[in-house]
């Protein structure tokens, strides 16, 4: 009997045994596991607190963006209320339009008009260097510049009013910090309008001036230098007059259409498919053709990106 009690009893201490063994482990995995827990759980009340920290600099940067937003539009506001005015236009045009599509909310191409003393009527066509707030701040000093030169010098002739514009963007740029000093300015033509004696005076820095005839396209050529510092020796802008005759429309514009990319191949628009453009729509109504003019742009540019200001103006002889 006492032989059976001692069998039973020595595998009881062995189960025991093993038990214990079980519970040392259970432990110690326990163990691991609290240290692995608290681990996560410190791991995870960082990932929170990084969460917060990105959340609050989220909103942060969304309220700074705002504030910039909101100063470009405030600026918008200002730089629009330099162009020339739609009441201005229509009091001193027959008939026109306007197809202006700035790159960004600002833009470094504008358009300007001022009545002259003799009766005629400035209008600028212009693409200032840059194009954003660059362009645009930019543009308020070529807006100033040529308000001066009219102004302040009662000049009338383009090509004057041309040359004294360059003096004193010069003048105000001479000071700009970089190496070349007052290199920035615009590329322009301006319009001197005498629909009283039909006659059209012009001057233009490196853009030209089409003239839509009957079947003709008639191309005058700008002047090779910029209304700011020159590359090389610095020369009066030259004059060009027209005799303007009715159903004569005249086209003025900037850079931006012609040099932007798309299409299938992602070439450029080019000038000479612009200008076959016009004359294929020559004969309808000005707002139709600026609307032309839009929907192709539109469909040219496809996906990608609008790389300049847009800037195109015609004026049509009643």
């Known amino acids: 009997m006492s032989e059976t009690v001692h069998k039973e009893r020595k595998l009881v201490d062995e189960a025991n045994e093993k038990l214990s063994v079980e ?45 910039i937003v909101d100063s470009v539009n405030y600026a918008k506001r200002i730089q629009r209320a330099l162009l020339a005015s739609e009441k201005l236009l229509q009091n001193n045009l027959p008939d026109y339009f306007i197809f202006f599509k700035p790159k960004d909310i600002v833009s470094g191409d504008f358009y300007w008009a001022s009545s002259l003393s003799n009766g005629s009527f400035a209008f600028v066509t ?22 001066e030169a009219i102004s302040a010098k009662s000049l009338l002739a383009p090509n004057e009013i041309l040359d ?36 059209l005076e012009f001057a233009a820095a490196n853009n030209p001036l089409w003239l839509y005839r009957g079947e003709e396209i008639i191309e005058y050529k700008a002047d090779k230098m910029p209304i700011g510092k020159p590359m090389g020796e610095l020369k009066p802008f030259s004059k060009q007059e027209i005799e303007l005759k009715k159903n004569d429309l005249i086209i003025t514009l900037t850079d931006g259409f012609p040099d932007q990319f798309g299409g299938e191949k992602g070439k ?19 707002i139709e053709i600026k609307q032309i003019l839009h929907d192709a742009f539109t469909n040219w540019l496809g996906s990608e990106e609008q790389v300049d200001d847009v800037l195109i103006v015609g004026v049509r002889v009643k």
């Open 164 to 199: 004294e514009t360059r003096r004193r963007i010069m003048e105000h740029m001479a000071n700009d910090g970089s190496a070349e000093g007052g290199k920035d300015g615009m590329d322009a033509v301006i319009c001197n309008f005498n629909f009283q004696q039909n006659k």
């Open 126 to 147: 212009a693409d200032s260097t840059g194009h954003g707030v660059p362009g645009a701040i930019m543009s308020i000093l070529n807006i100033s510049s040529l308000n």
């Open 23 to 67: 519970k040392e482990k259970l432990e110690a995995d326990k163990k691991k596991l609290d240290e692995k827990v608290k681990k996560l759980w410190a791991q995870s009340m960082s990932i929170h607190k990084e969460k917060d920290r990105i959340n609050l600099l989220k909103i942060e940067i969304e309220h700074k963006h705002q504030e």
């Open 268 to 286: 450029k628009f080019m000038y000479k498919p612009l200008k076959e453009l016009i004359f294929a729509n020559k004969q309808k109504p000005l």
